[in-house]
Antibody, heavy 119, light 107 residues
Framework: QVQLKETGPDLVQLTQTLSITCTVSGFSLTTYNVHWVRQPPGKGLEWMGAMWNGGGTDYNSAFKSRLSISRDTSKSQVFLKMNSLQTDDTAKYFC?????????????WGQGVMVTVSS | DIQMTQSPASLSASLGETVTIECLASEDIYDILAWYQQKPGKSPQLLIYDASSLHTGVPSRFSGSGSGTQYSLKINSLQPEDFASYYCQNGLSAPLTFGSGTKLEIK
């Protein structure tokens, strides 16, 4: 069955770099796109960016040049890397699958990883 | 960026009632809109896509409607498992944007 699972640190120091891995199963990264969405505690959802099935990427300009998304198809993994972390980057980070071959809706989500940025 | 204004922010209703949640886009999004349900501590679940198409496995008491800039999610005959937060999402153009959410609570 389709699954996505995020793994990453619970705590990151101010100004440091966040690295999260999304490991997927039940589908291929060369067929489906995978997106990253985050949610600060008690707040709403924010789209961060996408890894397209062809290998390209798209980013929310709100993250300027801080954000990088990559993948390893042989391991069925998508990676999020974001530098210069601030306290308002404290959030739960989700990876989500793009509903097949259509508009960017998300039909499967990981359980998320809660990341706290500490000073 | 397309702004999604969702209302109300919170809603209190009783079991068996019907409720409607609204989402207003800052420009025409041509029905390219999704609705999600999120329970505390869980990831969002897709309910509706393309403004009115019910995702697989979603109960028929959920329905979506609207066009242009105005969209709504209707839940008929509220069940205990429906008390959660709901979000709309623009799928037309990047950056993909979400409404600020509606928290549906039991009265």
């Amino acid at each position: 069955q389709v699954q996505l699972k995020e793994t990453g640190p619970d705590l990151v120091q101010l100004t440091q770099t966040l690295s999260i891995t999304c490991t997927v199963s039940g589908f291929s990264l060369t067929t489906y796109n995978v997106h990253w969405v985050r949610q600060p505690p008690g707040k709403g959802l924010e789209w961060m960016g996408a890894m397209w099935n062809g290998g390209g990427t798209d980013y929310n300009s709100a993250f300027k040049s801080r954000l990088s998304i990559s993948r390893d198809t042989s391991k069925s993994q998508v990676f999020l890397k974001m530098n210069s972390l601030q306290t308002d980057d404290t959030a739960k980070y989700f990876c989500a699958r793009h509903y097949y071959d259509g508009y960017p809706y998300f039909d499967y989500w990981g359980q998320g990883v809660m990341v706290t940025v500490s000073s | 960026d397309i702004q999604m204004t969702q209302s109300p922010a919170s809603l209190s209703a009783s079991l068996g009632e019907t409720v409607t949640i609204e989402c207003l886009a800052s420009e025409d999004i041509y029905d390219i809109l999704a609705w999600y349900q999120q329970k505390p501590g869980k990831s969002p679940q897709l309910l509706i896509y393309d403004a009115s198409s019910l995702h697989t496995g979603v109960p028929s008491r959920f329905s979506g409607s609207g066009s242009g800039t105005q969209y709504s999610l209707k839940i008929n005959s509220l069940q205990p498992e429906d008390f959660a937060s709901y979000y709309c999402q623009n799928g037309l153009s990047a950056p993909l944007t979400f409404g600020s959410g509606t928290k549906l609570e039991i009265k």
